[in-house]
């Protein structure tokens, strides 16, 4: 997929996500870590300029400079970080950035981070992936883990909902895309992901949460 179209992808994210934080995640302490290395971060981890270079610059710089599959990462803050494949097993695909935080996804969902501060240690969306990539609605069963005080590990349940609405074109011609907007509402966490899906199934943009404290993350898929 071109840059042109993954941006287009972001664009539509961008326009189908609820702009509210339901969990409230802004408010709590959590947001820091993002707010201080990783909002100063570019491809090669420089400091920014004065003017710090949009998202779309960032995605220029790294598709011309990193070889093979390549993901744009937001926080909800602004700060961007760019992750580069690293590894693949079977469904799972472990990216990294350029200051060694790490980034697994399964079926385009985030299924483990490492070095954010508040990591999802694992989880298991397997039926929410299921429904998503099939862009059919339902309700189902979510957990992640997390570490607690005493460091172990601890599920964190979560009930479900699925809702594909109608598909969406950005671009026109060789250069268009069309993708099912897909939400995914978790409780008690009050979580709404919200993901892009293309007509392989495939999830090429997507917000999700990652937890208490460190709110949620857009992905975009620049390269695969």
Known sequence: MSRAL??????????????????EIGAKSGA????????????????????????????????????????????DNGATVIFAERGRNGEMRTYLSPDGRSLSLRGGMIAA????????????????AALVSARQGGTVPRVQYYLDGDGRERPYPMTC??????????????????????TELCEPAQAQNSYMVN???QIIASRQWIGPRMGYLTITALRD
């Open 199 to 201: 007509e392989a199934g």
């Open 32 to 75: 820091g870590p993002a707010k201080g290395t990783l909002s100063r971060m570019l491809p090669f981890g420089k400091p920014t300029p004065a003017q710090p270079a949009s998202a779309e610059q960032i995605a220029a710089s790294a598709l011309q400079s990193i070889e093979g599959p390549v993901l744009l990462a937001q926080f």
């Open 161 to 182: 909902t699925i809702t594909p609405t109608e598909p969406v074109t950005q671009g026109t011609g060789d250069q268009s895309l069309t993708v099912t907007p897909v």
């Open 6 to 23: 993954a941006l287009a992808a972001l664009t539509a994210l961008s326009l189908a996500a609820c702009s509210r934080d339901s969990a």
């Open 113 to 128: 981070t490492r070095g954010f501060g508040r990591d999802v240690m694992s989880s298991d969306a397997t039926q929410s």
